[in-house]
């Protein structure tokens, strides 16, 4: 499983979502990359009335449909699935842009899940002008989650985690899990972005329209850019708010050392000097060694931490601005000798890695890194201050897995001359804004929106009114141009109360 299974609010598990490290493997299984042609029409979708509750705005009256699919696209006459998708209604426009799908982070986030929360706002004016799908992708919310696996990896927390028994241990869990799913009759190979990308086109083909246009976060960038490769003549046009590009699923250590230093410069201006050196001298003690954390939110329960331990907690905090603003604070008590605030982190993330989904696995794997980016990632990790940490346990976990590959085509550079809309922030450390960078020259056709100051998270939608309004409107064909936007620093806890305040409970 990802690391945004951990500490990202866009995968719907905890406060604490979404560090995350995607999975990776090497060619085990090689899939077909080349779309499979079907009939431009389809069983239209039968909307039933659906009372979409919200957790701060109410119920609002939308539609709630299933969509039929293929298990696998390749064999269309074989078993089928169940996607759970709600339509909310356009509220305003002329009906002249096309229906806009939704696609959560993750891979495993849900996208009808993901409105409900505080990002509503940024769906509802959306849908002033054209329906917005809020699609649960396959093994995803409500479309048929294959069953949890009952393997759990449990550390012992009386040991600081070192990295080489870590992982073997969870590989002998994964090929566990993966034994068990197959006994179970889950067909692991079903479960990759190529497969969710014939889904969007079902989809599309199942409402009767000639185009759809997509807006994706996070994972749900990756499944967008699987789609225009597959089937970008029948979008009309791409939103994508923390770009993961083709070959992006392996994350590089050093964008997180670079993220590091540019969080330090923010976090001087808030008493806390030399945020790079604090984390270097805390994880040179912990090597000599390890220290002990007595937890804020389970009084009495103490873990020792180690020094891979460290890192693996610094990667996670680096994801989102909650845990952004705990990391200064944290180093600093660690090198008083107080770990304490390290310490609830530690116990999240080894609850976190010891627990495999089979979606989120057979999805990451599948789409897996190219040669060059394993070797790059590997290289990079040699002197990186958080080693391979960013990615931890992949792609080494997913070797030797038997599952499905997609192969070195699907990660390949793309271009498109669908328009697209890049949206990305200064502090992300999941989709850091090279990401995009990377991906516009082959976007003839786009446009970028930089919001300095946003981490992956909600910032990047509510961060200021003029997100959500260039999104509408370029989903909309009005004009937008290339922006930046300011956001407010990171306000930096500086004691132990003020953190214990805004752990989850």
Not at 206 to 220: C, E
Not at 238 to 263: F, I, Y
Request: hydrophobic share 45%.
């Amino acid at each position: 499983m990802t690391h945004a299974s951990m500490l990202h609010a866009d995968r719907s598990r905890s406060c604490l979502h979404g560090m995350a490290t995607r999975l990776a493997t090497l060619c085990l299984t090689f899939a077909p990359v080349a779309p499979v042609l079907a009939a431009d029409t389809a069983a239209p979708l039968v909307f039933e009335p659906y009372a979409y509750q919200t957790q701060a705005h109410g119920t609002i009256a939308a539609e709630a449909a299933y969509l039929d699919v293929p298990r696998r696209h390749a064999a269309p006459d074989g078993p089928r699935m169940r996607l759970r998708v709600v339509r909310l209604r356009a509220t305003a426009g002329d009906g002249s842009a096309a229906p806009v799908v939704y696609l959560a982070g993750g891979p495993g986030g849900s996208g009808i899940g993901t409105a409900r929360g505080p990002r509503w706002p940024v769906f509802d004016r959306v849908r002033r002008d054209t329906d917005v799908l809020l699609l649960d992708q396959r093994g995803a919310g409500a479309s048929e989650p294959p069953p949890a696996c009952p393997h759990v990896q449990q550390f012992d927390d009386a040991q600081p985690l070192q990295r080489d028994t870590a992982l073997a241990a969870l590989r002998d869990t994964a090929a566990r899990c993966v034994a068990f799913w197959k006994q179970a009759g889950v067909d692991l190979g079903a479960y990759t972005t190529v497969e969710s990308a014939g889904d969007i086109d079902d989809l599309r083909r199942a409402l009767g329209v000639p185009k759809i246009s997509l807006w994706g976060m996070s994972y749900g960038t990756h499944l967008a850019l699987a789609t225009v490769r597959l089937h970008g003549d029948r979008l009309e046009r791409v939103v994508l708010m923390g770009s993961e590009g083709p070959d992006d699923t392996l994350k590089l250590p050093l964008a997180a050392d670079a993220l590091l230093a540019q969080l330090g410069a923010a976090a001087a201006d808030a008493g806390f000097e030399d945020l790079t050196g604090s984390a270097t001298r805390v994880l040179a003690a912990l090597r000599q060694q390890p220290g002990q954390g007595r937890s804020l939110l389970h009084p009495g329960k103490v873990v020792t931490i180690g020094a891979y331990d460290l890192q693996l907690a610094m990667a996670a905090m680096l994801g989102r601005r909650t845990t952004q603003q705990w990391l200064p604070f944290a180093l600093r008590q660690a090198e008083r000798g107080d770990y304490g605030p390290l310490a609830d982190i530690v116990l999240l993330l080894r609850g976190e890695f010891g627990q495999v989904g089979a979606m989120s696995l057979a999805m990451d794997v599948a789409s897996g890194q190219s040669p060059q980016r394993r070797a790059l990632a590997e290289a990079q990790a040699r002197t990186s201050l958080f080693g391979d940490a960013l990615n931890f346990p992949f792609p080494m976990l997913g070797d030797g897995l038997g599952l499905v590959d997609l192969g070195d085509a699907f990660r390949a550079p793309l271009r498109s001359a669908v328009p697209v809309l890049f949206i990305s922030g200064t502090l992300d450390g999941r989709t850091p804004p090279a990401n995009a960078e990377a991906l516009r020259p082959g976007f003839p056709n786009n446009t970028w929106l930089l919001v300095r100051g946003a981490s992956h998270d909600n910032e990047m939608w509510l961060g200021q009114p003029a997100i959500a309004g260039t999104i509408a409107d370029f989903l909309t064909g009005r004009a937008v141009r290339d922006a930046v936007l300011d956001l407010p620093p990171p306000i930096f806890v500086t004691d132990q109360a003020a953190m214990l305040r805004s752990l989850p409970r």
